[in-house]
């Protein structure tokens, strides 16, 4: 039950991410944001995967690895604008 409720948690954190990527992707500009912050958290979403395999947490390791990978998908976005901007 705890692996149910612990997935639960790490998918509702998908889907405020996902909100996050689209007002990002919308606005195509960066403020507010702290690249620190992004960094950690996405480093604790690959701690995640690598402690729910550990632990056998089979819904909370499929949640962790798609959080991992939407992650990944904001800091690409953010490096995206960086970039952009600096044209």
């Known amino acids: ?41 996405t480093s604790w979403a690959f701690w995640g995967v690598y402690q729910y395999w550990d632990i056998n947490f089979k819904w909370s390791f499929a949640a962790a690895c798609t959080n991992s990978l939407a992650y990944v998908v904001w800091l690409g976005l953010i490096a995206y604008l960086k970039v952009k901007g600096k044209k």
């Open 1 to 41: 039950m705890t692996d149910i409720i612990t997935a639960f948690f790490n998918f509702g954190c998908i889907f405020f991410l996902l909100l996050n990527i689209r007002a990002l992707w919308k606005a195509q500009e960066l403020k507010g944001y702290s690249p620190y912050a992004a960094l950690f958290f």
